[in-house]
């Protein structure tokens, strides 16, 4: 059953954008590459596994059995490329066991018993992955067949530690569409009206001498000069200080983010860093006060005092109200998400089901980032006052928020596009870090620095498409390919930890960028809900109910708030939405693009039917006018 | 009383304000009218209202007049908003309106929040009346704020509110007042299921050739008293031998027919037997009968939703007694109706726990697990019989909730509607009993003689499986089969129904 949902997800559309891309690629040239290493298999098998381009089997092991926790044991063939972990079971009666999983979602990888194990399958080996399951494998002990498929799995899937490349540099797609063209920070500080008399592009970072971690442009304060941004840079963890996030079109309030002030437990000052907080203030003319976000409660913020960090005192910082937003760090969150994914897989225990979510305190971590964002949201919308927002580093929970209060206040980061835009812009320019986060190609599955940080902001996002469900032009299966794509290392998107990182490594030109993908198959992701904004024209009939909302605010109470079954149980087949719900939503969104065009031409005929009638003078001169 | 807190767009806070500013004794608040159905007429009212936002701490609010009819209890608020209009539209009712018989309980305040005491019929009321708060049997919560008002009008509204919500007699419900002319819309595809000839439709829609009609039970010779007069049994079955049986079984309920397929299985529903020397022998009888309605001669299958009497087989995924249920309801009701901001968030930090604990979702999942066993068996061409205490509520539940999932034509609006038709009015749901309204005919000596009736929420769990199956499958209107996974992790919670099952609720009487 597992192949089901894995392979729709990573691969079933992998034969569409196939034909949507090129025709280069068709069936004999792949079987061709297959036929060079196993010439001697028939030709049905063959087809049975569909190879990427670059894609490589690197191993074979037969007589395998998969320990499916739902359908039962089936036996078949285990295959490892470069790209994926691939089951075929024998029986053709049992096709659904199939699975394919690509090997950067594998998290470790283990022996289950040993030369003296007794009972049937239990010799074999057991795979953790990164996207809420197991797989376990049961070997032959006599054809020993599992130390080679061990020691190969432990290569390909870890990459990294064993110096080879990850496969986002092998593989070699080309799509219609160049995803790594989807965001240009000039543009899209352009969009929101940079340059302007407050706020000005620096290339200051250029080199990423200033800091490492941050992009090459930035968006600052226009009265801030160069040699202010660097002894702000001094007094700012790391490095990154205070730069413009988003910037409301109408009222000027600013989003800016940045990491923790180095006070230290001496509480040292500084008065470049105060200067340079009024004139974020001093850019929006509507208010007298900054609110200063502090991600983190306010224990963990006096704690880092200790580390040399901290956060802003309200005496130093006149104007200035400094916030505690009590979220909590990256190891709670990984606890959090371990603990649930306990809980999910493989059997669900119904009689403890909700008494057990709320034990892992997943959702009520996602209430708080999204109390946090709403915090942010009311005090730029409603109250049109400026927010700098920081945790310990700037790029954990600051893009968590800052990302969730763009995507409340401005509908274009709604889009399909948009939304591309904001994850380029607050997430990886910004330098959150992917690479240390998800750990790609890297053995060390212990390692403190993995956090699900980024797929908790996914969650948030997925909990507002669930309050507002017309408000987002793409729809939960976005964001479900984005997470699997996370890990799956086929696309460059994710590599690496900042944008001087992935400049260095070449990632832009070596390798292909998630967005091609999803662009070149939009259809598979739009909305039919969707209720754009811009489609309210002034000429568009006032409507009884209510317009499509520009500012999401939505309800962070854990009534609300739901977990995630598509995604976090999504291996479980009794957990699956039932109905062909996604073919459905294509139907309607074909539908819906016929009837805008059909629209379209109508009123296009209407209006010259008017020119031309404004044309002819009237026929019959009333007598009147004479 | 407050403090002036910073107001957010649309509340104005009426509070401070004193009576006089707020339009002269000829003012417009005293132009408020509330909208009324024909035959309805206002009972009480009182002006310079100030019905408070739900939740508020501050105790912002909404500026109208409130009125009580023999219908409903309204607010007409001074100014309409746009944001007025959001959820379902009713035509019966508007934004601010109650049914009276949707009124839960009611409270004294002292003008805010603060709950003083239980109003119940027949108490005093000060007439000097700061406040009123009404939990409805929607889970709507609603204050209001008398300090502005005329003195005594409070007092007039609460003492006609108590008259008129809690009905001593059945013919006083306002069902029986209602004026409306009737309009001929029903659907050509309805079945109302009313005469023997629209069961005749449902038997041959279902292609069921072995099962006759009864209308046995439309004679002096009735005994199943709380069903309609058309029954469907085994074609073998004589009229003689049904009443003979029936009375083994509890109100007389022999398993009847309500629906089944072409290849031959069907769908039957019972009540328990009765603890009588003969009752297994005369079951056995009867389900012998069904077996040979069956072309291929499959013995049926039965389900005992509570748990089989006989075997007391101890499963603990029976269906709980009413009372139970009805508690269970009970500890939903307190977790979606909080009464102040604090409460709400208390209850908010342990939502889930609280919500498991109630059971409530449990009952629901049992409901689809029965129904879906029910439907699996009949996809596999056995018939099934579905048992239950006097067989007229779980086994409405399930036996809809069964057919919903084997026949796409209930899943239209008006097949589900037919179906409401055929298992809850035509095999009699004691609709008035389950919601606490006095029973018909009963007059007020033998209400008070007569056994405490059992309230139970029973047509509402009917309509949450139904919500259930719903975001289940949620494009399924004309499909195949549908599999139910019935599981508690599936479900999630329904809130608003109750409305529906008032109208419901109208529609019987």
Same mark, same amino acid.
């Given at each position: ?59 074979? +092991? ?50 289950? !018993? ?31 067949? &599992? ?53 000005? *592009? ?80 001093? +850019? ?117 928020? %800052? ?28 330098? =959150? ?36 469900? %017309? ?31 992935? +400049?260095?490594?070449? $990632? ?41 909302? %520009? ?32 073919? &459905? ?42 | ?42 009972? !009480? ?58 009124? !839960? ?17 027949? %108490?005093? *009321? ?86 006759? *009609? ?35 079984? &509890? ?42 309605? =069956? ?6 299958? $039965? ?87 006097? !067989? ?83 494009? +399924? ?33």
């Amino acid at each position: 059953m597992d192949k089901h949902n894995s392979s729709e997800l990573l691969n079933s559309d992998f034969s569409l954008s196939k034909n949507a891309s090129s025709d280069s690629l068709d069936s004999d040239s792949k079987s061709s590459s297959l036929n060079s290493k196993h010439g001697q298999e028939s030709s049905h098998i063959l087809g049975d596994i569909q190879l990427l381009d670059g894609e490589k089997v690197m191993g074979v +092991a037969r007589d395998v059995t998969y320990l499916c926790p739902y359908s039962g044991p089936s036996r078949g063939v285990l295959k490892v490329t470069n790209y994926q972990l691939h089951f075929r079971p024998t029986d053709v009666t049992s096709l659904q066991a199939t699975l394919s999983v690509p090997l950067g979602v594998v998290s470790r990888i283990e022996k289950v !018993g040993g030369a003296s194990s007794k009972g049937e399958n239990s010799y074999g080996i057991e795979v953790f992955c990164k996207d809420m399951r197991n797989l376990r494998f049961a070997h032959k002990q006599e054809n020993h067949s &599992r130390r080679g498929i061990f020691e190969k799995l432990q290569q390909l899937a870890f990459p990294l530690s064993h110096r080879l490349p990850l496969f986002a540099f092998s593989y070699s797609e080309s799509f219609t569409e160049d995803g790594w063209q989807v965001y240009e920070p000039v543009v899209e500080l352009r969009r929101m009206g940079v340059n302007n008399d407050m706020w000005r *592009i620096t290339r200051i970072n250029d080199k990423y001498e200033i800091c490492d971690s941050y992009p090459s442009v930035w968006a600052v304060p226009a009265a801030a000069n160069d040699d202010l941004l660097r002894s702000v840079a001094a007094f700012r963890s790391r490095g990154r200080i205070p730069v413009l996030a988003w910037i409301h079109p109408s009222s000027q309030a600013t989003i800016t983010r940045c990491s923790q002030p180095l006070v230290g437990v001496s509480g040292k000052r500084s008065r470049e860093d105060e200067r340079y907080i009024q004139l974020i203030m001093d +850019a929006n003319a509507q208010a007298h006060k900054l609110f200063i976000m502090d991600a983190r409660p306010s224990a963990n913020a006096i704690a880092n005092k200790a580390k040399g960090g901290g956060y802003e005192s309200e005496d130093a910082y006149q104007n200035a109200e400094l916030v505690f937003l009590d979220i909590h760090n990256i190891h709670v969150m990984r606890e959090s998400l371990r603990k649930l994914k306990e809980l999910c897989f493989p059997q669900i225990d119904q009689t403890r089901w909700f008494s057990g979510i709320e034990a892992t305190c997943w959702l009520k971590h996602i209430k708080c980032i999204l109390a946090g964002a709403v915090r942010i949201v009311d005090k730029v919308e409603n109250h049109k006052t400026s927010v700098l927002v920081h945790c310990s580093d700037g790029w954990d929970r600051t893009a968590q928020l %800052t990302a969730l209060a763009m995507l409340m206040l401005d509908p274009y980061y709604r889009t399909l596009r948009g939304f591309q835009v904001l994850i380029e812009k607050e997430w990886l320019s910004f330098g =959150h870090k992917f690479q240390l986060r998800i750990g790609h190609g890297d053995e060390r599955h212990s390692d403190a620095d993995r956090s699900p940080v980024f797929v908790q902001w996914v969650d948030c996002v997925w909990q507002l498409q669930q309050q507002f469900p %017309t408000a987002f032009e793409f729809t939960e299966r976005l964001l479900i390919t984005i997470v699997d794509h996370l890990y799956s290392c086929r696309f460059g998107t994710f590599l690496f930890n900042t944008e001087r990182e992935r +400049a260095k490594e070449e $990632v832009k030109t070596k390798t292909v960028s998630l967005w091609s993908y999803i662009n070149s198959r939009q259809d598979l992701y739009l909305n039919p809900l969707y209720w754009a904004p811009s489609a309210f024209g002034p000429n568009t009939p006032p409507s009884p109910y209510a317009r499509p909302q %520009t500012v999401l605010v939505p309800v962070a109470s854990l009534r609300i708030i739901k977990l995630w079954k598509a995604l976090y149980c999504r291996w479980n087949p009794t957990m699956r939405q039932q109905d062909p719900i996604f073919q &459905r939503t294509r139907e309607l969104v074909a539908l819906r693009a016929q009837l805008e065009a059909a629209a379209a031409a109508a009123a296009g005929d209407h209006a010259a039917r008017q020119h031309r009638l404004a044309l002819t003078p009237p026929r019959v001169a009333s007598p009147h006018h004479v | 009383m407050m403090n002036e807190k910073k107001l957010v767009q649309n509340f104005k806070s009426y509070i401070n304000v004193s009576p006089v500013s707020n339009g002269e004794k000829n003012g417009s608040v005293h132009d408020l009218k509330p909208k009324l159905l024909n035959g309805e007429m206002i009972v !009480g009212g009182a002006h310079s209202v100030v019905m408070l936002t739900p939740l508020s701490e501050n105790e912002r609010g909404r500026f109208g007049a409130l009125f009580v009819t023999n219908y409903k209890l309204s607010f007409v608020p001074i100014d309409t908003s746009v944001n007025d209009e959001y959820g379902q539209r009713n035509n019966l009712l508007g934004v601010f309106d109650v049914p009276l018989t949707c009124v !839960g309980a009611l409270w004294l305040t002292d003008g805010g929040t603060t709950r003083r005491r239980r109003l119940m019929p027949r %108490t005093d *009321i000060p007439a000097k009346l700061k406040g009123i708060q009404l939990v409805c049997k929607n889970m709507k919560v609603l204050s209001f704020n008398f300090v502005n008002s005329p003195l005594g009008t409070g007092r007039q509204v609460v003492m006609a509110l108590l008259h008129h919500a809690f009905p001593k007699r059945h013919d006083l419900l306002f069902a029986f007042e209602y004026r409306e002319q009737y309009y001929p819309t029903l659907p050509s595809d309805m079945n109302m299921f009313l005469r023997p000839a629209d069961w005749k439709r449902e038997l041959e829609r279902c292609e069921c050739p072995h099962w006759r *009609i009864t209308c046995i039970n439309g004679t002096s010779d009735a005994f199943m008293l709380t069903a309609g007069e058309t029954l469907i049994v085994p074609k073998s079955v004589l009229d003689y031998n049904l009443m003979e049986s029936a009375r083994h079984f &509890r109100s007389g309920r022999v398993p009847v027919w309500v629906w089944g397929r072409a290849e031959g299985a069907a769908l039957l529903r019972s009540g328990e037997l009765l603890p009588t020397e003969l009752s297994a022998t005369a079951e056995s009888v009867l389900l012998e009968q069904v077996r040979r309605s =069956h072309p291929k001669l499959t013995p049926p299958y $039965v389900i005992y939703l509570c748990g089989n009497s006989y075997t007391n087989s101890s499963s603990t995924n029976v269906l709980p007694s009413l009372a139970l249920l009805n508690a269970s309801y009970k500890k939903l009701a307190d977790l979606c109706t909080p009464n102040t901001l604090s409460q709400f968030w208390m209850q908010d930090s342990q939502y889930y726990s609280i919500l498991e604990s109630s059971r409530w979702l449990r009952y629901v999942c049992n409901c689809i697990v029965f129904a879906d066993d029910a439907a699996r068996h009949i996809t596999d061409n056995v018939t099934v019989v579905l048992q239950e205490g006097d !067989g007229v509520d779980y086994c409405a539940v399930v036996s809809c909730v069964t057919q919903l999932l084997l026949d796409p034509y209930f899943r239209t609006i008006s097949g589900f509607q037919s179906l409401i038709q055929k298992e809850w009015l035509a095999l009699g749901h004691p609709f008035c009993d389950r919601f606490g309204l006095p029973r018909p005919g009963s007059s007020k000596d033998e209400v008070e003689k007569a056994p405490p009736s059992q309230v139970a929420p029973v047509f509402l769990l009917f309509l949450d499986c139904v919500w259930q199956l719903q975001s289940q499958f949620p494009a +399924a209107s004309s499909q195949e089969p549908l599999h139910a996974g019935g599981c508690c992790a599936q479900s999630s919670l329904t809130v608003n129904c109750n409305r529906d099952l008032q109208f419901i609720l109208d529609l019987v009487n």
